[in-house]
């Protein structure tokens, strides 16, 4: 008698076998596709929390110029455009600093605008420049002392060209609070408005929402919320004042009141107590320049003019 299989046992074991291979494979892809979504979802969200600090430190150091006249706009500005994971809003705002911005240089080809106040618009565009591109959060930088002077602020900022900050980002929703809440006021009875009448002055918070594209089709999209205070808002709400008493009773660190330009002396000497002079928050003044800054500490040099 002859051992061997038969051809039905043979049949069996190639079907038991490539069963066993479809699970493994199964298995395996299971195993890649959830790894390669946690570290985009990682990257994504380390991606996303960069984007939110650069525009907490851009919303930190917004800037308030006291020189330029009242009818220009010098403030913030905010254009509410839908809700939640279909909102495309946009921020414009003055500010110092390099948030955004890095090494930019102005039209001029030499000067950083870090180191001079400059206007900074973000918003969100299905494409890129001139529809070419990937779309996401875009942003614009320019200062308005370098513009000619047959170009208004708006033909100013049209010639700038935009550039992409993140193209994970497909909405931001943007909430505004105008001053701060009453002491026995909930959190939740807090009413953040989706609109922003002056242009000439700083809100007290901004609330931003970016939502990310999800990591998979069909998913729903990741939301990250940040509530940011503005250090200035209460100058640009009383340009006359530095410390929302009237500018003849400024005071500098450690000094007496008066119109004295220096630490710890009273008299008429200096101009640090004249209105339309930068004041820092607590009292400190920032010679030289015509606007409000975050920040304490010593006095700064001024940077840059009107914008």
């Known amino acids: 008698m002859k051992n061997g299989f038969t051809l039905l046992e043979l049949m ?3 079907m038991i076998l490539s069963i066993m291979l479809l699970l493994s494979f199964i298995c395996f892809h299971a195993v890649v596709s959830s790894w390669t979504a946690g570290l985009e979802m990682s990257d994504s969200m380390a991606q ?3 984007v939110m600090n650069q525009i907490e430190s851009a919303l930190r150091s917004a800037y308030f110029s006291t020189t330029v006249p009242k009818e220009m706009e010098r403030g913030f500005a905010f254009n509410d455009d839908g809700e939640g994971e279909d909102a495309h809003d946009s921020l414009e705002w003055m500010k110092l600093g390099r948030a955004f911005v890095g090494m930019l240089r102005d039209v001029d080809g030499k000067t950083e605008l870090a180191e001079i106040p400059h206007r900074v618009r973000l918003f969100v565009s299905e494409e890129g420049e001139d529809g070419n591109g990937e779309g996401g959060l875009m942003a614009k930088a320019w200062c308005n002392d370098f513009r000619d002077e047959n170009e208004t602020d708006e033909e100013r900022e049209e010639s700038i060209k935009a550039y992409l900050i993140s193209s994970r980002v497909m909405a931001m929703d943007c909430k ?3 001053e701060p809440p009453n002491q026995d ?3 939740t009875e ?10 000439n002055a700083l809100p007290y918070k901004v609330s931003v929402t970016l939502y990310l594209k999800p990591v998979k089709e069909g998913e729903d999209p990741v939301a990250l919320t940040r509530d940011i205070t503005i250090p200035v808002w209460k100058y640009s709400q009383n340009p006359g004042s530095a410390d929302g008493r009237k500018s003849g009773r400024n ?12 630490s710890g002396n009273s008299g008429k000497t200096g101009n640090s107590g004249k209105s339309g002079q930068p004041v820092q ?3 400190n003044v920032r010679p030289g320049a015509g ?3 975050p920040g304490a500490g010593s006095p700064m040099p001024g940077a840059g003019g009107p914008m």
């Open 185 to 187: 006021q909930d959190a």
């Open 251 to 262: 005071r500098t660190d450690g000094g007496q009141s008066g119109k004295t330009g220096q």
């Open 12 to 14: 069996m074991s190639i």
């Open 281 to 283: 928050p607590g009292g």
């Open 291 to 293: 606007g409000m800054m």
């Open 190 to 199: 807090v009413e953040w408005k989706d609109e922003w009448s002056s242009s």
């Open 176 to 178: 505004i609070l105008g």
């Open 48 to 50: 996303a929390d960069y």
